[in-house]
């Protein structure tokens, strides 16, 4: 018989953790698992790209509102209760063999009651964004709700250390990192970078930084255009994309316009379907503070882009300095320009470079090995 899994997210934006979630709905087999996707959402926005998607796929969708009202002169003071109650009877009628929950808030409302239910759960922890007192007292309550998980997927080592930390016992935590697809169309791969190029009003001699991601201070958008200054500077024919929103996109722009990079710098702004527009790019940047298994350094990875990331988190799991990317340390804008120029200066090694990562993706990062590593998991602590 069928597996009932019941897959409990909240898709606040479709960023790597959304992504990620997606591609193993979509190759999960269905034949041994009957997934159930059940998702906190606002009901007075419209329905979320996730949302959409998963309509595409055919998948029968529990949603549940974690407010009534928008305004914050009328605050919702019972929605926590109403979460409880709602996803405790959503759990109680449904008959799960599993609740696999992704993320603190759904964490938080979900494992209590699998609890309560005598029903096994196993979370995916993305990794913690310390951003504002509200999320930090988040992360802390998840950190003790994770205890009660029977198991936990961290996305990265680094996240496996952090749990370990918060007191969760090594063995009920598996690091399994993120997976991308791999097949790639080198036509179709031709053709985004000629377009979206052009869109931009970017030339072949022009060099590309491109950046994925959201717009916050954790992610360090702000040393990548310090790095861009000092290429500028150098002489070097730089145009730097960003792709990404985020509470520090009014920032980033004011420091574009204090260095007098306004036409070096575009801001696409949030996309969704970010693999189009990563063959503009010459070289990806990750200049990130602290990270898990980013899901848009696979993508370029696979997409045949060279690297310049910043070593954190799970990114020294993914990339050989040296071998098939450059790694730097986090806020060091210097180091981050002396990688982009070592790569703008030899494009033999940009090509050994790609296609080393392009073999790595293809073994190591393949999302049909990934979901079926996960489908173990599911078959273990369900049976």
Same mark, same amino acid.
């Given at each position: 018989?069928?597996?009932?899994?019941?897959?409990?997210?909240?898709?606040?934006?479709?960023?790597?953790?959304?992504?990620?979630?997606?591609?193993?709905?979509k190759?999960?087999?269905?034949?041994?698992?009957?997934?159930?996707?059940?998702?906190?959402f606002?009901?007075?926005?419209?329905?979320?790209?996730?949302?959409?998607e998963?309509k595409?796929?055919?998948?029968?969708?529990?949603?549940?509102?974690?407010?009534?009202?928008a305004?914050?002169?009328e605050?919702?003071?019972?929605?926590?209760?109403?979460?409880?109650?709602?996803?405790?009877?959503?759990?109680?009628?449904?008959?799960?063999?599993?609740?696999?929950?992704?993320?603190?808030?759904?964490?938080?409302?979900?494992?209590?009651?699998?609890?309560?239910?005598?029903?096994?759960v196993i979370?995916?922890?993305?990794?913690? #964004?310390? $951003? *504002?007192?509200?999320? +930090?007292? =988040?992360?802390? &309550?998840? @950190?003790m709700?994770?205890?009660?998980?029977?198991?936990?997927?961290?996305?990265?080592?680094?996240?496996?250390?952090?749990l370990?930390k918060?007191?969760?016992r090594e063995?009920?935590?598996d690091?399994?990192?993120?997976a991308?697809?791999?097949?790639?169309?080198?036509?179709?791969?031709?053709?985004?970078?000629?377009?979206?190029r052009?869109?931009?009003?970017?030339?072949?001699?022009?060099?590309?930084l491109?950046y994925?991601?959201?717009?916050?201070k954790e992610?360090?958008?702000?040393?990548?255009?310090?790095?861009?200054?000092?290429?500028?500077?150098?002489?070097?024919?730089?145009?730097v994309?960003? #792709?990404? $929103? *985020?509470?520090?996109? +009014?920032? =980033?722009?004011? &420091?574009? @316009?204090?260095k007098?990079?306004?036409?070096?710098v575009f801001?696409?702004?949030f996309?969704t379907?970010?693999?189009?527009?990563?063959?503009?790019?010459?070289?990806?940047?990750?200049p990130?503070?602290?990270?898990?298994?980013?899901?848009a350094l696979l993508?370029?990875?696979?997409?045949?882009?060279?690297?310049?990331a910043?070593?954190?988190?799970?990114?020294?799991q993914i990339?050989?300095?040296?071998?098939?990317?450059?790694l730097?340390?986090?806020?060091?804008?210097?180091?981050?320009?002396?990688?982009?120029?070592?790569?703008y200066?030899?494009?033999?090694?940009?090509?050994?470079?790609v296609?080393?990562a392009?073999?790595?993706?293809i073994?190591?990062f393949n999302?049909?090995?990934?979901?079926?590593?996960?489908e173990?998991?599911?078959?273990?602590i369900?049976?």
């Amino acid at each position: 018989m069928k597996k009932k899994i019941a897959y409990i997210v909240t898709p606040v934006e479709f960023g790597g953790a959304e992504r990620v979630s997606l591609n193993f709905l979509k190759n999960v087999d269905r034949n041994k698992f009957q997934i159930y996707p059940i998702i906190f959402f606002r009901p007075w926005e419209a329905d979320s790209i996730f949302l959409k998607e998963l309509k595409k796929e055919d998948f029968s969708v529990y949603k549940i509102p974690v407010s009534v009202r928008a305004s914050l002169e009328e605050r919702d003071r019972f929605w926590l209760v109403r979460c409880f109650k709602m996803i405790f009877l959503t759990l109680l009628k449904g008959r799960f063999d599993l609740i696999h929950t992704h993320g603190y808030f759904a964490d938080i409302i979900a494992i209590p009651v699998a609890k309560l239910l005598g029903i096994p759960v196993i979370s995916t922890c993305h990794g913690f #964004i310390e $951003d *504002g007192r509200k999320l +930090k007292r =988040s992360n802390r &309550i998840d @950190r003790m709700i994770l205890k009660f998980s029977n198991r936990v997927i961290a996305v990265s080592q680094g996240i496996k250390q952090e749990l370990l930390k918060s007191g969760l016992r090594e063995p009920r935590i598996d690091v399994v990192l993120n997976a991308v697809q791999t097949e790639m169309d080198n036509e179709i791969l031709k053709q985004d970078r000629y377009t979206r190029r052009r869109a931009l009003d970017v030339s072949e001699s022009d060099f590309v930084l491109g950046y994925i991601g959201r717009l916050s201070k954790e992610k360090g958008v702000s040393y990548l255009l310090d790095a861009a200054e000092i290429l500028f500077q150098q002489g070097i024919p730089i145009k730097v994309l960003i #792709i990404g $929103d *985020g509470p520090a996109k +009014k920032d =980033s722009e004011l &420091i574009v @316009r204090q260095k007098g990079l306004e036409n070096k710098v575009f801001f696409a702004g949030f996309q969704t379907y970010v693999k189009a527009w990563i063959p503009a790019m010459d070289v990806f940047l990750l200049p990130s503070l602290t990270e898990g298994t980013p899901m848009a350094l696979l993508e370029a990875m696979a997409c045949r882009i060279p690297i310049v990331a910043s070593s954190v988190g799970g990114v020294p799991q993914i990339i050989e300095s040296g071998k098939d990317g450059i790694l730097v340390a986090p806020g060091n804008p210097e180091e981050l320009a002396a990688g982009v120029m070592a790569l703008y200066n030899n494009n033999s090694q940009r090509e050994q470079f790609v296609e080393a990562a392009r073999k790595k993706i293809i073994s190591n990062f393949n999302i049909k090995k990934w979901t079926k590593t996960i489908e173990s998991k599911y078959a273990e602590i369900a049976g």
